[in-house]
């Protein structure tokens, strides 16, 4: 007969704690998500309003150039900012799985 006492206390509760991280990070994720969505909408409309004013072939090539810089630009920044969302995630997650297994 194995008399062997287990303490189903930890596993859970590292459980409950990685759920915890999963359910924030996704919630950072969906927040940054709607943000994205509006910083393009916003942008997209403020481009079609400055293309109504656009009257020969080298203002709209001029337009072009510097539209698309610009979304390159806001892109860019939002990937950056998804990069940073997802390194500050794993980190923390790191960090609590090593106290978890401490």
Known sequence: MINT???FKKPFESAQTLMGLQT???TKT?????????????FFKGEAEKAKELK??????????ESNKALYELLKTQGE??????????????AEIKKLAS
């Open 30 to 42: 969906v927040e940054l998500q709607k943000k994205s969505a509006e910083e393009l909408a916003a």
């Open 56 to 65: 020969t072939p080298e203002e709209f090539l001029k337009f072009n150039v």
């Open 5 to 7: 006492t287990f303490d």
């Open 81 to 94: 900012a998804f990069s940073a969302l997802a390194k500050e995630s794993g980190e923390e997650t790191m």
């Open 24 to 26: 924030s990070t996704l």
